[in-house]
């Protein structure tokens, strides 16, 4: 039989963090203030809001719901009022 699951990430993320079970390095995350990433990759999916992926030597990749970015590296997340995102984080 086929599994489905209805998963409303923006109400899951209310709590500030939500681990998806499962998915080893998968959450989806509410954020409302900046928060900073060692070195590592990771995937973004922005929910809502609106968020600035800071990257060394002043870039920044400007994301709006819809919107992803892979990041490889030290960076920061840093969101425009409040922001929900699904972020990846693989082990190795």
Not at 39 to 64: K, T, W
Not at 76 to 86: N, R, Y
Request: hydrophobic residues 45%.
């Amino acid at each position: 039989m086929t599994r489905a699951v209805r998963l409303p990430l923006a109400q899951l993320a209310a709590g500030g963090r939500f681990e998806l079970p499962g998915w080893p390095g998968l959450e989806v995350r509410r954020l409302t203030a900046a928060q900073t990433h060692g070195e590592g990759r990771a995937l973004y999916l922005l929910v809502a809001g609106e968020l600035l992926v800071d990257l060394p030597d002043g870039r920044y990749l400007h994301l709006r719901p819809g919107e992803a970015a892979e990041v490889d590296g030290a960076h920061a997340l840093s969101p425009i009022e409040e922001a929900v995102v699904l972020a990846w984080k693989p082990s190795s």
